[in-house]
């Protein structure tokens, strides 16, 4: 009587998960044989047996014998791996966002004994716990967690539901949410801002390609600058070293024209072509008077040509004469300076 109450009270509650959440997966693989005595036990099959209303053994695949009336098979145990659907239910999450959520609960039976006589229906255990383990997680994420998240979320209801269920005899082996529904206005929300996200990343990208842009062309200029100064460096450095052998040639081309015209005043007439050479440098000094400045100085006699040629050839004469004079007392020294047999010697030379 009260095996068949406990089984009358879990199809009750199977009718009304099954009105509340749709048709529920039978987990048996089949229905509870009679005893014949002799049984043949399905692979991935397990087969509790009482013996008086009492356990008595769990009957492995193949052949199996039991003893009439007194043995019954009281449960049928696949051993295979489960699939129940978990159905949609609602949740909150930490930013008290309302979501509709369901899964995929994958399960295997360990002991057939605890999944037998450690809770009256194991299906539907496993289903609430893994609904409010469901619920649990999700309210410790934010909205934009649970999307990221979704396998450390997975995970975590897993080690939950087996910390549960080991009394069961019952392995989970892995959930999946299958679809997280958000409402319309929180949808909405979600796309003005990842559109808002993208149009940030579009400005960002732009202004970074401004900013190389301004650094190639400022990077351009400074390059620019730089071998613009380089190129004058160089030019004034040519143009120096133009400049210092022009004055070389210029003075080298002097000194030639000096030597060229002392010995052109030592020859006969010399002293007459110089004053010539001054009378002309005269007449064409006074040709270009006030072409520069309007200030004028001009001596009393500028008529006086012959009178400034004069005065000119007696101080060039007075230089001349100034010139002869130190070089002789400049032999005169080192005459004295030498000893008194090559002074003599030398003296004898000179005459």
Same mark, same amino acid.
């Given at each position: 009587?009260? %095996?068949?109450?406990?089984?009358?009270?879990?199809?009750?509650?199977?009718?009304?998960?099954?009105?509340?959440?749709?048709?529920?997966?039978?987990?048996?693989?089949?229905?509870?044989?009679?005893?014949?005595?002799?049984?043949?036990?399905?692979?991935?099959? %397990?087969?509790?047996?009482?013996?008086?209303?009492?356990?008595?053994?769990? #009957?492995? &695949?193949?052949?199996?014998?039991?003893?009439?009336?007194?043995?019954?098979?009281?449960?049928?145990?696949?051993?295979?791996?489960?699939? +129940? *659907?978990?159905?949609?239910?609602?949740?909150?999450? #930490?930013?008290?966002?309302?979501?509709?959520?369901?899964?995929?609960?994958?399960?295997?039976?360990?002991?057939?004994?605890?999944?037998?006589?450690?809770?009256?229906?194991?299906? $539907?255990?496993?289903?609430?716990?893994?609904?409010?383990?469901?619920?649990?997680?999700?309210?410790?994420?934010?909205?934009?967690?649970?999307?990221?998240?979704?396998?450390?979320?997975?995970?975590?209801?897993?080690?939950?539901?087996?910390?549960?269920? *080991?009394?069961?005899? +019952?392995?989970?082996?892995?959930?999946? +949410?299958?679809?997280?529904?958000?409402?319309?206005?929180?949808?909405?929300?979600?796309?003005?801002?990842?559109? =808002?996200?993208?149009?940030?990343?579009?400005?960002?990208?732009?202004?970074?390609?401004?900013?190389?842009?301004?650094?190639?062309?400022?990077?351009?200029?400074?390059? =620019?600058?730089?071998? !613009?100064?380089?190129?004058?460096? !160089?030019?004034?450095?040519?143009?120096?070293?133009?400049?210092?052998? !022009?004055?070389?040639?210029?003075?080298?081309?002097?000194?030639?024209?000096?030597?060229?015209?002392?010995?052109? #005043?030592?020859?006969?007439?010399?002293?007459?072509?110089?004053?010539?050479?001054? =009378?002309?440098? $005269?007449?064409? %000094?006074?040709?270009?008077?006030?072409?520069?400045?309007?200030?004028?100085?001009?001596?009393?006699?500028?008529?006086?040509?012959?009178?400034?040629?004069?005065?000119?050839?007696?101080? $060039?004469?007075?230089?001349?004469?100034?010139?002869?004079?130190?070089?002789?007392?400049? =032999?005169?020294?080192?005459?004295?300076?030498? &000893?008194?047999? #090559?002074?003599? !010697?030398?003296?004898?030379?000179?005459?």
């Amino acid at each position: 009587m009260l %095996a068949r109450a406990t089984r009358r009270h879990s199809a009750c509650r199977r009718l009304q998960q099954s009105q509340r959440f749709g048709p529920v997966q039978q987990r048996w693989a089949s229905s509870l044989p009679m005893n014949t005595v002799v049984l043949f036990v399905p692979q991935q099959e %397990a087969w509790v047996v009482e013996r008086m209303g009492r356990y008595h053994r769990i #009957l492995e &695949p193949g052949l199996n014998f039991l003893i009439p009336v007194l043995d019954r098979v009281r449960y049928v145990q696949s051993l295979k791996e489960i699939v +129940i *659907d978990v159905p949609e239910q609602s949740a909150v999450s #930490l930013d008290n966002v309302t979501l509709q959520i369901d899964g995929v609960l994958y399960l295997r039976i360990l002991d057939p004994f605890k999944a037998s006589y450690g809770v009256e229906d194991p299906e $539907y255990a496993v289903t609430q716990l893994a609904q409010t383990t469901m619920r649990s997680e999700l309210g410790k994420l934010t909205l934009d967690k649970v999307f990221r998240e979704r396998e450390s979320l997975n995970s975590n209801i897993v080690h939950s539901i087996n910390q549960a269920s *080991d009394e069961w005899g +019952i392995r989970c082996l892995r959930y999946e +949410i299958k679809d997280i529904s958000v409402p319309p206005r929180v949808k909405e929300s979600m796309q003005m801002q990842v559109e =808002a996200e993208r149009k940030k990343r579009a400005t960002v990208l732009e202004s970074e390609g401004t900013r190389e842009s301004a650094i190639n062309v400022a990077e351009g200029r400074k390059q =620019a600058q730089i071998l !613009a100064s380089e190129g004058e460096k !160089a030019e004034q450095i040519n143009k120096a070293a133009g400049e210092a052998q !022009a004055v070389l040639a210029i003075a080298e081309a002097k000194a030639k024209a000096i030597r060229l015209l002392s010995e052109a #005043l030592t020859e006969q007439n010399g002293n007459a072509a110089a004053s010539l050479s001054v =009378a002309e440098q $005269y007449v064409s %000094a006074f040709s270009n008077l006030a072409k520069q400045t309007n200030t004028v100085l001009l001596p009393s006699n500028t008529g006086d040509v012959t009178g400034m040629v004069t005065q000119a050839m007696t101080i $060039y004469s007075q230089l001349a004469k100034t010139t002869p004079a130190g070089s002789s007392a400049a =032999a005169a020294e080192e005459k004295a300076e030498l &000893p008194d047999g #090559l002074a003599s !010697a030398e003296e004898q030379r000179t005459e």
